[in-house]
């Protein structure tokens, strides 16, 4: 902590050997603070991948320092990553969200949004957190009825990523257009469209899953679908 120029009195402990400090205190130069996210286009995966871990971790440990149930303070465990509490023996796992994230196809075009609390800054694919009791699959029909009022079909895996800001797993899907035309739900979304793959607005940078969804339906569109040999 002294070596980054904090005060010691500025850190608060996490367990017996980590400590986190708030964002908002300054760290003196060379050493500089950055959020995560605008690094996103800038780290590689697998530092990205490293450092979120840390940043999940922190989140973990900052959030469990007493037990849920009976209020005592935990403690790490010897062995397996859990915080403990000495009182009633409850163990407190990292906890991880799980969230969809979608690109909706309608023919050659793709909706994508702009999310409400960054208007205009870029237009991305939906996404939402899975509720309880719901499946996967469940989670993206109703995010998309709720954010853009429409009815989606042929809901098909694509891939996943740990996105830690600050604990979730982006799951995401493609879908296909059913019914209803776009009506933005304006606590979630600034605006949302369909889009052609050659009249692309701003999108995320490269390392996210939501960029790898758009990019993958831009090679398909743009250089067609591929042909399955002949049996
Ligand atoms: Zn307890």
Redesign the pocket.
Known sequence: VRALGLDPADAYALDGEHRTIPFEKRVEPPYELFNLRLLAGVLDASLFGIVGRAMHTCDWLTTSRF?G????QTKRHDSERSMV?P????HVYPRISPAIITLVRRGDLALLASNAKFPGAFYSTLAGFADIGESLEETLVREVREEVGIVVRNVSYFGSQPWPFPNSLMIAFTAEWESGEIVVDPVELSDAKWFAADELPMIPPPLSIARRLIDAWVTEVTEGRPTLPRT
């Open positions: 037990c149930r009976c209020g005592t509490c009182s009633c023996g409850l």
